[in-house]
């Protein structure tokens, strides 16, 4: 597999790096898990403040586009990032109908 990226542009708003790439891959598309190492080796970033927004593969090529958000650290990933896109890049887990989040409370 061979990674190549378009563009790279600095959010500083968002404390991130965003990139688009295109992946050309001779069997099956990667993985986005496969995506978030190729990537972080590249950009010589930590591959837990990776997330892959998007990995479309291309009809009748060998090729896949996406784009990924590089972030500077756990905290801003959290707070900036939708919840799905955590889930989908197994950074948290999903939570479950009646589950609540945080510790007690109530009164």
């Known amino acids: ?3 190549d990226v378009i ?16 992946i050309r891959h001779d069997d099956k598309t990667p993985s986005r898990e496969e995506a978030r190492k190729m990537i972080a080796s590249t950009a010589g ?8 927004v998007e990995l479309q593969p291309k009809l009748g090529k060998r ?3 996406g ?9 801003s990933m959290l707070k900036f990032e939708m919840k799905h ?4 890049n197994k950074v948290i887990e999903k939570q479950e109908k009646g589950e609540k989040s945080g510790e007690g409370g109530g009164g």
């Open 63 to 65: 090729e896949c586009e």
């Open 85 to 88: 896109l955590l889930v989908r």
């Open 7 to 22: 563009e790279r542009k600095v959010n500083p708003f968002f404390m991130r790096e965003e990139i688009k790439f295109l």
């Open 1 to 3: 597999m061979e990674l």
């Open 67 to 75: 784009i990924a958000h590089l972030y500077k650290d756990r905290e």
């Open 45 to 52: 970033w930590d591959e837990s403040l990776v997330i892959i």
